[in-house]
């Protein structure tokens, strides 16, 4: 009787594994490189013509050829201030697991900083943290909300 | 929390397990719950305040706790009380078994209680009614502020006997209690018994904190804090609130888990865009890189031997699990699915690895075995992740958040527990939203 029973759900188990990997073939998760944000709804300026933001593509932490113009831009806004601080705050998305998002984001916020340092600015007057997902600046759960939120943000300190 | 002794006095221990006849299948969810009567403790009237209705309905609370619990498995169908025929006081003595036949059930519990000289005295007895038989018989001394928690033990000894399987009410579940709009969000420690009740704020809001998990051999937590706005990995010991930040780290240190013996802290630590996984040594505060990767590494549970760690990497191009052996030797990636895969955590029972699967813009829980195979899918939803195992590995408790509209509004943030069958899927009420769940071990083992 017992043993039978084991059968059974043995064979309960064999059947939804089956179940379950034969859906799992289901066409592939494309995982957008083209989602940066490109508006300037949420931007705001450091100084004239000197955006604070950079966005970036889901799951990615790559800068594009607007976020380098952007960096280049807060470069040498930083060289021709040369008192001014500032920390780079790297956010993620809501759609990607909590822990992921705070590593995620502190890569992005360093991409940021690799940047700059490139650009002749001291490691010393730029510190990084990583908010993760933790303060999304859009509330909404679309792709655009996401896209604004994917983000590094230069801020000063004093 | 009080320190809290209780003398167990095993009295007429009769366990007939050869010859008993209820048994619960544990492996098919909710299909069949068992019937079970569970009768109100009887209040003995030599009891100190006996007119106090708070030591009169003391019985009926206690009894209230242990359905309650039973429910939430939906392993049991505890039956209606109107229909129950024999006093608690009788049908603790000796029930007439044909009466409980007669409204179904296949199992009842009946008990009895005292309170006197600040010493609350319980004994409870399971019976088995198709068998005419007493399954169980326990007694208790505790302080009567305690009544709960011998609820909960109660719950366990009936569970542990008809399931074959170790108990999980005497737990606590903590997590991160969310109030404010979305983008000023205020985020406080939080703990609770498993059931909901008895929640207690461990933290004032001020700074974010998130991930607690418990320490499986005591009630230390290890959790992320902002404190001064610089994230990193704290203890906090819930008996006496006492933090320290662990280790010495010139940056972010996320994602935290105690080993198994409770001796080790793992978890992430992330140095000019790099995270990779460190130990730390509580007693020695030896500290130990893991991973060497220029790939995040993160998430990272041990199996309940030591042996092994499962852990999130991008080593791949995107999020996978991975396994190690504790030295950061014979890496191997195990998840192979179409998706993303986060949040391993490995089950007490060290056969299966929880996970947050991504995969067409829906999240999913799930579990595979520790080699990757076996894959099995529990439940599908908009977004939810961050899974941690009751302590008999039967349960998964995780957070689950709702799609918010224009400006944030119907978002919600709460916790849901599953059972590893894929069935019993249910809400736990938090006074609050809430998210990041771990388990607690049992309270008394």
Known sequence: MKFNKKITNLLIILISTFALSACSTAKKTSIGSGDVYTGNATIEYLASGVKDRVFFATNRSTLTTASRDTLRKQASWMRKNK?????????????GTREYNLA??????????????????????????????????????????????????????? | MKKFFFILLIFLFKINIAYSLIEVDITRGNLNPLPIAVSPLHVDPQSDNYQDTKTKELGELISAVVEKNFISTGLFNPLNKDA???????AHLKPRFEDWRLITAQALVTGKLLVKDEKLKIEFRLWDVAANKEIIALAFTTTPSNWRRVAHIISDKIYERLTGESGYFDTRIIYVSETGPRTQRVKKLAIMDQD?????????????????????????VTYLSYFRNLPRVYLLDIETGIQEVVGNFPGMTFAPRFSPDGKKIIMSFAEDGNSDIYTMNLETRLVEKLTEDSSIDTSPSYSPDGKYICFNSDRSGLQQIYTMKSDGTSVKRISFGDGLYGTPVWSPRGDLIAFTKVRGGKFYIGVMRSDGSGERLL??????????????????????????????????????????????????????????????SLLSK
Do not use: C, M
């Open chain 2, 196 to 220: 909901g009740e008895n929640t207690k704020y461990l933290t004032l809001g001020n700074e974010l904190v998130l991930t607690p998990r418990f320490n499986p051999t005591n009630q230390l």
């Open chain 2, 84 to 90: 129950f025929v024999q006093k608690p006081d009788i």
């Open chain 1, 83 to 95: 008192n001014l601080n500032v920390v780079l705050e790297g956010h993620g998305d809501e759609r």
């Open chain 1, 104 to 158: 995620l984001a502190e890569k992005r916020a360093n991409a940021a900083r690799d940047y700059l340092l490139t650009y002749g600015i001291s490691g010393k007057r730029i510190s990084v943290i990583s908010y993760g997902k933790e303060k999304p600046i859009n509330s909404a759960s679309t792709p655009l909300a996401w896209s604004q939120n994917r983000r590094s943000v230069t801020v000063k300190t004093k």
């Open chain 2, 379 to 440: 439940t599908e939803n908009f977004y939810q992740e961050a899974p941690s195992w009751s302590p008999n590995g039967r349960l998964l408790v995780f957070y689950r958040e709702t799609k918010a509209g224009k400006n944030g509004e119907g978002f919600t943030a709460k916790l849901w527990s599953i059972d590893i069958t894929g069935y019993n899927e249910r809400e736990l009420k938090t006074e609050t939203d809430a998210s990041d769940p771990s388990w607690s």
